[in-house]
């Protein structure tokens, strides 16, 4: 018998990002809704027809998403928030309203909070749950799909996110009751789509409960025993239980307890997981081995793979076992074969890479490998395979000597200011000498098409890089005007320069190599293109000085100096998996503090380090939490702490749940924290209350992720609920993130309002 293989997700943009192009035509009615749903459709034949050829026994279906799988969910079981419901009469507008906001024909409702997916730079929609929820299906999204393939002639595996997973994903939108306890009325919602998927002709489905690889009370582990006992009384269906980003550890017996008839686990996370699962796995159940990293783009070592393999075939036998993904490639670029441009990623370089369609190959050669009768093709791979991860070990491009000294120069003065945020914030207000509730923006402002086609043409060398410089001087003094007119009291030079906040800056970097088409889905139609960091880090050059001191001379306003941190740098990179990532960190955070200093001695009085990335680095485990926090605080300090106390320092921080890290947040010790706020109405605010947060912090007043434009009063009534806990000596003004994928006339009068919004409050 062969070993059979099994993918836990495919990515779901496109080869060429099909899908957000499609989506945001739709959104700006360039296309009917007919040509959206016909290019998802084609992406998901695409997916299903590359992994049935690659040979993969257990092809996923309902792993496709217009924005969100916690989304979808949510609108499958019918629980949407009461405020959509004029909205119901047209399913796909429903969903994107809930997605982002809908303001238009007289209706205008805000959209759903976004929060990152564990430990990813992937956006879910939080579910809202109230104490009197409902859950009724009213849209089978997963059999939709499944009839899908299977009139193609493929039988897929459905995959569906777990009830207990999606309970706990959500939040209260009332106190008095816990999320868990809707689970009875969850659950018959759950089963009837399991019921048409079993009467469709499944034969799998994939449930997955990455919950199961954290921290988990005694009432969750009673939830999930109750809801997989009725789940496999209800249908015969073959569960695939999906763990992942992290070990099962003391859960383990808890999985298996569950029954399922696959059980699921992340070795390229917890390579030595396994050990714990085989001693309580059923002998009715088989075992997905994920060896092939679904989170990252290097090229899977076989030894080591078939070291684990053959191992785990020793205890349970070759039939029990699956060789797999250890997550969905939702989170890894399309494919290797796309990347065409040696100049930004070198050829010895790409051989040591695997993208999402490489790795499927992985999985299937490694199944090949292991079942001990491996053909041709699997020989001649391991053969490649051998030589590449040799090469790569040996490679020069890897290491950086002087880097390496500079690291162990590092002592612990490099993480501290001079002097306490109390004496250093006297000395700022006397430099900058700002009103009650300043007023500033993230960062970045619109990208025009304009912008992007003068980057373009740059690139193809189709125009100088002297003309390149003055189209976006003349952009830079337009930002700037344009902020001045509307108000505001620091400015920004609005990165008109730059291509994305990581990208841009590792392209500067010494360690890093780019792609062309290597994108990731990271929220709806918005797409990033991850640097992939090699070798060891460092700065040539200074990489933003000459932009910001042009912007300083245009204006007497104060400009912030724009940075992306150390951490967030390495969050949202391919991080090199052969050295410590806190190593490669730190290295990293060196060189911000190079370009700290030296825009300091340009003159600027402001500069903003951004680590929108922190809280979603924290390991699913909270024995694990603390070394990793300590180690993110480091460099953080190191790169902000070699500056005068007059010279401000700012910090942003995404979408988080701060009560848990609010300390650490704190010890990072940034003169001015602004955060994500508007979608949970500032409730994020009540963890830097109750812990008494002594620096200033800007509370997002409005949220750019959607199009609609809040009126001055909503912002107004956001700013006493951050008065009423915060005091307003500490209160900045300012949106909830970057204004880069927004349009220039929805920017303005956004801010407008918040600028009036500001001043009504000073008054």
Not at 373 to 386: E, G, I, M, R, T
Request: hydrophobic residues 40%; aromatic residues 8%.
């Amino acid at each position: 018998m062969s070993i059979k293989t099994n993918i836990l997700g495919y990515p779901r943009v496109g080869a060429n990002r099909e899908l957000k192009k499609a989506e945001e035509a739709y959104w700006a009615g360039k296309n009917s809704k007919q040509e959206l749903l016909d290019t998802a459709a084609l992406i998901r034949k695409g997916n299903w027809q590359l992994q049935k050829e690659s040979g993969i026994d257990l092809i996923p279906s309902n792993d496709f998403s217009f924005y969100d799988q916690t989304l979808d969910l949510s609108l499958c079981v019918g629980a949407i928030p009461e405020r959509y419901n004029n909205l119901k009469n047209d399913r796909l507008e429903l969903y994107f309203a809930m997605a982002h906001g809908y303001q238009k024909d007289g209706i205008d409702v805000t959209a759903m909070e976004m929060t990152k997916w564990f430990d990813t730079n992937y956006h879910y929609i939080v579910p809202e749950f109230t104490r009197d929820q409902q859950f009724e299906l009213t849209y089978n999204k997963a059999a939709a799909e499944f009839s899908e393939a299977l009139a193609l002639g493929i039988k897929t595996k459905p995959v569906l996110i777990g009830p207990i997973t999606y309970l706990l994903l959500g939040k209260e939108k009332e106190t008095g009751f816990n999320r868990i306890e809707l689970l009875d009325r969850l659950l018959p919602a759950y089963i009837d789509i399991l019921k048409q998927l079993e009467q469709l002709g499944a034969e799998y489905v994939q449930i997955d409960e990455p919950f199961l690889n954290t921290d988990i009370t005694e009432q969750i582990k009673d939830a999930y025993r109750k809801a997989f006992a009725r789940i496999n009384e209800s249908v015969k269906l073959k569960i695939v239980l999906t763990t992942y980003f992290d070990g099962l550890a003391d859960n383990a017996s808890l999985a298996a307890e569950l029954n399922p008839a696959i059980l699921h686990i992340d070795l390229a996370r917890a390579p030595q997981s396994w050990k714990d699962v085989v001693r309580v796995l059923p002998k009715t159940a088989s075992l997905s081995l994920g060896v092939v990293d679904g989170r990252n783009i290097w090229k899977n070592d076989f030894r080591q793979s078939l070291d684990i393999i053959n191992k785990v075939k020793d205890v349970i036998g070759d039939e029990r076992i699956l060789i797999a993904t250890s997550c969905s490639l939702l989170h890894s670029p399309f494919d290797l074969d796309n990347e065409k441009n040696e100049k930004t990623l070198p050829a010895e370089v790409k051989r040591w890479l695997a993208f999402a369609r490489q790795k499927v190959t992985e999985v299937a050669n490694l199944a090949s490998l292991a079942g001990g009768k491996p053909d041709y093709f699997a020989k001649a791979a391991l053969q490649s395979n051998v030589s590449d991860i040799e090469d790569r070990r040996t490679s020069k491009l890897t290491n950086n000597d002087e880097v390496k000294r500079r690291v162990a120069e590092v002592t612990p003065d490099f993480a501290k200011r001079k002097s306490s945020f109390r004496e250093r914030i006297v000395e700022q207000h006397r430099e900058l000498y700002l009103p009650l509730y300043p007023t500033t923006t993230i960062g970045s402002f619109p990208q025009t098409t304009d912008v992007r086609s003068w980057r373009s043409k740059f690139k193809k060398e189709e125009i100088t890089k002297e003309q390149y410089t003055e189209l976006l001087k003349g952009e830079i003094e337009r930002t700037i005007r344009k902020q001045e007119e509307i108000g505001l009291d620091v400015l920004v030079h609005g990165e008109s320069e730059r291509n994305d906040m990581v990208e841009y800056f590792g392209e500067q970097l010494s360690g890093f190599a780019f792609t062309q088409n290597g994108w990731v889905q990271s929220y709806g139609s918005r797409c990033v293109k991850p640097p992939v960091i090699y070798g060891d880090v460092s700065r040539p050059n200074p990489m933003t000085v000459d932009w910001i001191t042009y912007a300083q001379n245009l204006t007497d306003k104060p400009v912030k100096g724009m940075l992306t941190g150390p951490v967030t740098i390495l969050q949202w990179s391919f991080v090199r998996n052969d050295q410590p990532r806190a190593v490669t960190m730190k290295q990293i955070a060196l060189a911000i503090r190079d370009e700290v200093q030296d825009l300091e001695k340009a003159g600027i009085k402001v500069i903003q380090i951004d680590e929108p990335a922190i809280r979603e680095g924290l390991p699913l485990r909270k024995a694990d939490r603390e070394e990793y926090l300590e180690k993110a605080v480091e460099a953080f300090r190191i790169s902000a702490s070699g500056v005068k106390d007059s010279t401000q320092i700012h910090t942003h921080m995404c979408y988080s749940q701060f009560n848990d890290i609010i300390k650490h947040i704190a010890a990072m010790d940034a003169d001015v924290i602004t955060i994500e706020c508007a979608r949970s109405q500032m409730n994020l605010l009540g963890a830097f209350a109750d812990f008494k947060y002594p620096n200033e912090i800007g509370p997002g007043v409005y949220d750019i992720h959607s199009p609609r434009v809040p009126s001055v009063d909503e912002m107004v009534n956001l700013l006493r609920k951050a008065a009423q806990v915060i005091s307003p000596a500490q209160l900045w003004v300012n949106p909830d993130c970057g204004l880069k994928t927004r349009g220039w006339a929805e920017t303005e009068a956004a801010l407008r309002n918040m600028v009036e919004a500001a001043r009504i409050m000073r008054n």
